[in-house]
C-alpha cells in the first residue's frame, strides 16, 4: 500500500477531495518524521510504536570478500505492533477491505 492508495481510501470513505486527503496523509508522515528525529516515541493505539534505538559500533564480515569490517555506531528505526494488530493479523482472514 502506498501513500496515495491511503489518499484513494480516505478519498473514498470520507468523501473528502482527492487533493485534500493526499495533504492530510502526507501531513500525517511528516508529524511522525519530524517527532522520530528529534527523539520521540510515536505511539499510535491499536497499531503499534515507532522509536528510534541507538545500535553500538560492531565487529562485521565483507559478505563478498568475508574480510572483517567496523561497523559504526548508527540510529535504526524500530516498530512494535500492539496487542491489538498481532491479535488481527492472527485471526482467521476477512476481506480485508476498509
Not at 499510535?44 to 522509536?51: D, V
Not at 574480510?67 to 491489538?84: C, L, N
Amino acid at each position: 500500500m502506498t501513500k496515495k492508495d491511503l489518499a484513494n481510501i480516505l478519498n473514498k470513505n470520507l468523501g473528502i477531495s482527492l487533493k485534500e486527503t493526499a495533504r492530510i496523509v502526507d501531513k500525517f508522515f511528516d508529524i511522525i518524521v519530524k517527532n522520530l528525529s528529534q527523539g520521540k516515541d510515536v505511539k499510535l493505539p491499536g497499531f503499534g510504536s515507532i522509536k528510534i534505538q541507538e545500535r553500538k559500533s560492531r565487529l562485521g564480515r565483507n559478505p563478498t570478500t568475508g574480510e572483517p569490517i567496523q561497523i559504526g555506531e548508527r540510529k535504526a528505526i524500530v516498530f512494535r505492533p500492539s496487542k491489538d494488530l498481532k491479535k488481527k493479523l492472527n485471526s482467521p482472514k476477512d476481506d480485508g477491505e476498509i
